[in-house]
């Protein structure tokens, strides 16, 4: 902590390596391609610790894709995600050979089939389909429900896979569905997974054959001891279903979740007799998901300090906003330069961070044994306005 200072952002590199582990072993001899989600955590040292273990990633943006290949990353391992992407974005994949697009709509089919033409090229696809379940999840990352913005109806889905397998510039080659994030039971997977395999029959049927089917993420992770998914037990009910389908994942979330932690010192105690407060040095611009989700983390203090103040803290930052808090009503005995770590914080932690209030960025650190490295330094408050002007109004 001294070393890197504070806030800080501390991962484990045996941490991720063991839970890419559990998903890959859960295959066993099935083919399979494990797309980490890069937008749970695209530090370029993890994205390299999950490229040298030969994972696929799941992107969606082009900025993604070009982190992905700057960490040692396969782009003939990557599947292209997201409602929209740009004819310059498809350009770029088609051109660096991605494994394949998930196709949101039928006017992002008509754009990757323009784009693979003007290239005279095929572009890979599956198309997302949006299942229409329910994953008993937050609703801003509920993604599989009909009234959200993501895939398409099964109904659609069948006619633009007719379309596209009748184009000279689209390849079919699977099908594609992500129901939502932090999910803790099984069973909306599996309702999802029996939809998706009677529309493969359905296109069988047509003549139109999927090879792969790319189930997500989704798989959610306890941050308060609470029950979640168990992997084997998930992975062996898929592949129950699954025939000799190869299966692609995109857990995002599961591999980096719980091997990170947002590490911040205590600056002030204020107690009002009302309520506490540990004023700390992070904030809702470093790890936002209290303030966005309502999301609990716990809140751990670093060293034993049994001289300090016992008490029921709420955890808030200096950012003046009422929403900027990290944990609320927490038993804990603090003193001013306490250090606090907050769990589980790897997945949607950094990534979510902005500059809000002119904060710089935090530093990140990878873990590994006894051996420690930087992965990304703290920004400086001069590099925060280096792509800034100033307005000369003396101009007419
Ligand atoms: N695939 C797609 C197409 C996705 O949209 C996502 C996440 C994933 C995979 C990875 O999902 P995971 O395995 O991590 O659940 N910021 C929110 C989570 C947003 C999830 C967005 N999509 C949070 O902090 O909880």
Same mark, same amino acid.
């Not at 004819?87 to 994949?93: F, V």
């Given at each position: 902590m001294v070393e890197y200072g504070s806030p800080l952002y501390i991962y484990s590199h045996g941490q991720i390596v063991s839970n890419w582990q559990k998903f890959d072993q859960a295959f066993g001899g099935h083919p399979h391609l494990i797309c980490y989600g890069v937008k749970a955590n695209s530090n370029l040292g993890v994205l390299s610790v999950l490229a040298n273990l030969g994972s696929g990633f799941d992107i969606v943006s082009i900025g993604e894709?070009?982190? *992905?290949?700057? =960490?040692g990353g396969k782009p003939e391992r990557c599947v292209f995600s997201g409602v929209s992407k740009t004819?310059?974005?498809?350009?770029? =994949?088609l051109e660096l050979g991605i494994l394949c697009f998930n196709v949101e709509s039928a006017a992002e089919l008509d754009s990757v089939e323009s784009v693979a033409k003007l290239m005279s090229t095929k572009a890979p696809i599956s198309i997302r389909v949006n299942p229409d379940v329910d994953a008993n999840t937050h609703p801003y990352i509920a993604t599989g429900l009909k009234e959200n913005k993501f895939g398409v109806s099964i109904d659609t889905a069948l006619a633009l896979y007719k379309k596209a397998e009748h184009s000279q510039h689209l390849d079919v080659f699977g099908l594609d569905y992500h129901i939502g994030s932090q999910i803790t039971e099984v069973s909306p997977f599996i309702e999802a997974l029996e939809k998706a395999l009677e529309l493969i029959s359905k296109l069988k049927a047509e003549g139109i054959k999927i090879s792969h089917i790319d189930i997500g993420g989704? *798989?959610? @992770?306890?941050? %308060? !001891?609470? +029950? /979640?998914? %168990?992997?084997? $037990?998930?992975i062996r009910s898929v592949l129950d279903k699954v025939g000799d389908?190869? *299966? @692609?994942?995109?857990?995002?979330? =599961?591999?980096v979740g719980d091997a990170g932690i947002f590490v911040t010192q205590v600056e002030y105690l204020k107690q009002s007799g009302v309520k506490s407060f540990a004023i700390i040095d992070g904030a809702m611009n470093d790890l936002l998901r209290p303030s966005l989700?309502?999301?609990?983390?716990? !809140?751990?203090?670093?060293?034993? %300090?049994? +001289?300090?103040?016992?008490? /029921?803290?709420?955890? *808030?930052?200096?950012?003046?906003?009422?929403?900027?808090?990290? =944990? +609320?009503?927490?038993?804990? /005995?603090? /003193? $001013?330069?306490?250090?606090?770590?907050?769990?589980? !914080?790897? !997945?949607?932690?950094?990534?979510?961070s902005s500059n809000y209030n002119t904060r710089p960025r935090v530093a990140e650190v990878m873990v590994s044994g006894s051996h420690h490295a930087l992965v990304r330094k703290r920004e400086t408050v001069s590099s925060l306005f280096e792509n800034e002007f100033i307005f000369n109004d003396e101009i007419n």
């Open positions: 894709l070009e982190r *992905v290949i700057a =960490a004819k310059t974005e498809i350009h770029r =994949a989704g *798989v959610g @992770i306890a941050y %308060n !001891a609470e +029950k /979640t998914i %168990n992997i084997e $037990q998930y389908l190869e *299966v @692609i994942l995109e857990p995002g979330r =599961a591999i989700y309502g999301s609990y983390h716990q !809140a751990i203090a670093v060293e034993d %300090n049994s +001289k300090g103040i016992k008490d /029921t803290w709420d955890l *808030v930052g200096p950012i003046c906003e009422t929403g900027d808090f990290l =944990a +609320k009503d927490r038993e804990l /005995t603090l /003193t $001013q330069g306490d250090y606090i770590a907050f769990m589980s !914080a790897g !997945a949607y932690g950094f990534v979510l």
